[in-house]
């Protein structure tokens, strides 16, 4: 991946790259001596260590949207306890959104605190094969605010992947904030360099979210993360009495499925609003196992199927 600066003009070719301060769109950019003297291109010194660390993490999947607000940190813990339903299989959540830590409320571990050892930070367990880490967990308090600059979150990201110590894992499942920034940048360079890894992206119908949503789109593609396909949250509202549906966000330009279409990408499942699990993840509990036949049970059980039918076509084809 080719990282580039906060401050570079529109078509930086990154500090990795061959081309970096050389090239015409460099001109009159405050990097361009750091860039051409090689500097910036210093491999960092941790990554032998975090690639040991993911090495026994089998498959890393990215939660991405660009637009804040579409339910992603519930989506992610959601996909994580679907795919955790199967008792042979051990999973993780990566929480990275730094500002807006929301896993350990969503996962009923917010009173919790991280230990260390020998091997490192020990994630918090909340089931046997379901573990979970947070800025969260460190934080005095929850209502404590992260006011940080970018290097110092990059910095704590990266200590999330060379000190945690998850053992084992067949999936870790990544909780983004909104954007494509520096969080982004850097989860992307470090797992890069532990493949396989790739992105679900989720959204909501209206078009002002899939404004945002495809940029999230055109990032993966510009750091060559595959994408496994587009869940589309709060397709509709079904009220729990009547059951009459509602279209909460109008999709006036096609929502997720014409997204989907436009991108060739695979629409993972489409979401219904349903307020007992927004219920659920503030009490910290299992909306899966508590609703077994809930519509929106099923509709993630879907979503989980299908990441793991990806996941096995990757291993076959590089087998």
Known sequence: ????????????????????????????????????????????????????????????????????????????????????????????????????????????????????????????????????????????SADDAVIWRGPKKN?????????VDWGSLDYLIVDTPPGTSDEHLSIVQYLSA?????????TTPQEVALLDVRKEITFCQKVNIPIIGIVENMTTFVCPKCKTETAIFPATTGGGTQLAADAGLHLLGQLPLDPRVAQSCDHGQNFLTDE??????????????????????QTQQHS
């Open 194 to 202: 532990a493949p396989p890894v790739a992105a679900v992206i989720v």
């Open 155 to 163: 910095g704590m990201i990266k200590q999330f992947l060379r000190d």
């Open 1 to 140: 991946m080719s990282s580039v600066p906060d401050d570079a003009p529109a078509h930086c070719p990154g500090t990795n790259s061959e081309d970096a301060g050389k090239a015409s769109a460099c001109a009159g950019c405050p990097n361009q001596q750091v860039c051409s003297s090689g500097a910036a291109q210093t491999p960092d010194p941790d990554l032998d260590a975090v690639k040991e660390r993911l090495a026994s993490i089998k498959y890393k999947i990215l939660v991405l949207s660009g637009k804040g607000g579409v339910g992603k940190s519930t989506v992610t813990a959601m996909v994580a306890r679907a795919l955790a339903l199967d008792d042979s299989k051990d999973v993780g959540i990566l929480d990275i959104d730094i500002c807006g830590p929301s896993q350990p409320r969503l996962l009923g571990a917010q009173e919790e605190k991280v230990h260390s050892s020998g091997a490192g930070w020990s994630p918090i367990y909340v089931a046997e094969n379901l573990a979970v880490m947070s800025i969260g967990f460190l934080l005095k």
């Open 292 to 313: 077994p036949d809930a519509p929106t049970t099923s509709a993630y059980r879907d979503i989980a199927r299908k990441i793991i039918e990806y996941c096995q076509n």
